[in-house]
């Protein structure tokens, strides 16, 4: 899961803007400022993030109006939840366009203002998979157990269980608040802090339960993708069509969720990369950002939105900025 935390530890001064490593501890995404960019480097890094920021969110944007524009979308389970992944994505990525920008032009903010936003990335960072564990259910139901998938799959279930995504996120991060609340002073509520996670939830009880939290959350998820996917590949004996694209839909949610987990991997990727190319740090540290926050956020609206022939068809004409007034009906399969 990636997480967008982010900590300033050198002075800063009027006349240079910070360049920042990027690294994982124990699953959450630190931002560290060593070497100096400068102006028009720093420049050109910002208008590249903000940039790929607006072009994924306005396809993410253009799905979010198809899908309130065709009510056809809005009576299917397996919609509604690809939708909410989509919302989910586009509020993570804003505010991982955010942090990046703060970090280049700010060096401390408000405490109350940074717990809004580290709150909101974490609980959206958690959505995810647990968004894609539910897509891997949905399909399940659809190819294995289709007689009851209308029971089952309902528009009010499938609400109650993006409301129960968002409960479970609150609740992963409600006991660090409480520790906060306990363990810090109230003058530190009032003062200016280095936004990142483990620098503002700094007890020992608060990573310890990062920790145990995202085993627990990683170890269920996979679970479920893997009962999904032997399921339905056991179900049919031939290769029907409604069996391959359940398949492969599965198949893409373990896709996103390895990306998801990039983060994970980055010190190691950047070590190896170091290797190679020893005097481009500043480069690989923006490289490794790039493909660990932004590329995960690209996978979505491509993978399960434009993939999709019905969606692909009516999403087609908001991109290119024409009306569609077409409106069809469709199965309860899992179609991608």
């Known amino acids: 899961m990636t997480y967008t935390h982010y900590l300033f530890v050198s002075d800063r001064t009027d006349s240079?803007?910070?360049?920042?490593n990027f690294s994982s501890v124990n699953g959450s995404f630190i931002v560290t400022v060593s070497n100096r960019d400068t102006f028009t480097t720093a420049v050109t890094k910002n208008v590249i993030v903000a940039a790929l920021c607006i072009s994924i969110n306005y396809i993410n944007g253009t799905l979010v109006h198809t899908f309130r524009k065709h009510q056809v979308f809005s009576l299917s389970s397996r919609y509604i939840l690809f939708i909410h992944l989509v919302i989910n994505d586009m509020m993570q990525l804003t505010l991982s366009t955010l942090l990046h920008i703060i970090s280049y032009t700010l060096r401390t903010i408000n405490v109350p203002f940074c717990l809004i936003l580290l709150i909101v990335a974490i609980i959206t960072t958690l959505n995810t998979?647990?968004?894609?564990?539910?897509?891997a259910v949905e399909c399940y139901i659809a190819i294995c157990i289709p007689l009851r998938h209308g029971q089952i799959c309902t528009v009010r279930n499938t609400y109650v269980l993006i409301g129960l995504i968002w409960a479970a996120g609150a609740v992963s991060i409600l006991p660090d608040l409480f520790i906060l609340l306990v363990t810090e002073p109230l003058q530190f509520f009032h003062s200016e802090s280095l936004c990142s996670r483990d620098k503002v939830f700094r007890s020992t009880?608060?990573?310890k339960k990062r920790d145990a939290s995202h085993i627990v959350?990683?170890?269920l998820v996979w679970?479920?993708?893997?009962?999904?996917?032997?399921?339905?590949?056991?179900?049919?004996?031939?290769a029907t069509?409604?069996?391959?694209k359940a398949r492969n839909t599965i198949l893409l949610h373990g896709f996103q969720l390895l990306l998801c987990m990039l983060v994970y991997v980055g010190p190691m990727f950047k070590q190896?990369?170091?290797?190679?190319?020893?005097q481009q740090e500043q480069a690989i540290d923006f490289a490794i950002y790039v493909f660990i926050q932004i590329l995960p956020r690209f996978v979505s609206p491509v993978v399960y939105g434009l993939r999709d022939q019905m969606f692909r068809r009516h999403v087609r004409r908001y991109l290119l900025c024409k009306v569609s007034t077409s409106n069809q009906r469709m199965r309860p399969q899992c179609q991608t």
């Open 272 to 278: 190896g990369l170091l290797y190679l190319l020893p």
């Open 129 to 135: 998979p647990l968004n894609l564990a539910g897509m």
């Open 223 to 238: 679970l479920t993708l893997f009962y999904a996917y032997f399921r339905i590949l056991f179900a049919a004996k031939g």
């Open 241 to 244: 069509v409604n069996f391959e």
């Open 217 to 219: 959350c990683l170890v």
């Open 205 to 207: 009880y608060s990573m």
């Open 16 to 20: 240079a803007i910070p360049d920042m």
